[in-house]
């Protein structure tokens, strides 16, 4: 089961680009890597899912080097509401469901 | 929208009850999860099941059990609960553990054993 590093906590100002990098050194050749997004008082949203390379959806973007041992979550001109708990994860997709939710990136916006 | 419901957002219970917390969802899924979350500590998986009548330990499986006798119903049971046990408890399901499926979560049952 791949570990993951993330950064404990981020400030960014609202309207700029925040990038979260988590590190899985140890990731699988059938692992994904996934990213939730967590609101106080609610349970984890998913955001955004990829293999290799850069994913891209209507929320986020996810930027995958060559080698798989890091990710990056790539938010576009945050707001205020973009404030939350940011979760790594490294997992197979054949069954494996022993998914490791770290303690996350602690994002906060200011205005 | 995938919709995870768990049956209670806050619950007060007594140390030495048997508790039980449910969870239900309304899209078919075949696998579903039980996790606790702690400040510091993350989330920790509980229990999970592929399938109806199917279980497996996740990594804290101790002081709890699980039923999932339909589909879209998963329950969390503490036999005789403990304060160690006061926690915020998350349900989640997916579509199938043979695809790239994301888990979709409940708001979460938050605890306190008294």
């Known amino acids: 089961l791949a570990k993951t590093t993330q950064p404990i906590s981020m400030d960014s100002y609202e309207g700029q680009e925040v990038n979260i990098t988590c590190s899985h050194n140890?990731?699988?050749?059938?692992?994904?890597i996934t990213w939730y997004q967590q609101f106080p008082s609610q349970g984890p949203r998913f955001i955004i899912q990829g293999y290799k390379t850069k994913v891209t959806n209507e929320v986020a973007s996810l930027f995958i080097p060559a080698d798989r041992k890091s990710s990056t979550l790539s938010l576009p001109r945050v707001s205020l509401s973009d404030t939350a708990v940011y979760y790594c994860l490294v997992g197979t997709i054949f069954g494996n469901e022993k998914l490791t939710f770290g303690t996350g990136t602690r994002l906060t916006i200011i205005p | 929208d995938v919709k995870v419901t768990q049956s209670s957002r806050y619950l007060v219970k007594r140390t030495g009850e048997k508790v039980f917390l449910e969870c239900v969802q309304d899209m078919d899924h075949e696998n579903m999860f039980w996790y606790r979350q702690d400040p510091g500590l993350g989330l920790r998986l509980i229990y999970f099941s592929y399938d109806v009548k199917m279980k497996e330990k996740g990594d804290i499986p101790e002081g709890y059990s699980v039923s999932r006798e339909k589909k879209e119903r998963f329950s969390l049971i503490l036999e005789s609960a403990s304060t160690n046990q006061t926690s915020m408890y998350l349900c989640a399901s997916r579509l199938t553990d043979y695809s790239n499926q994301p888990q979709h979560f409940g708001d979460g049952t938050r605890l306190s054993i008294l």
């Open positions: 140890n990731i699988a050749t059938n692992d994904y």
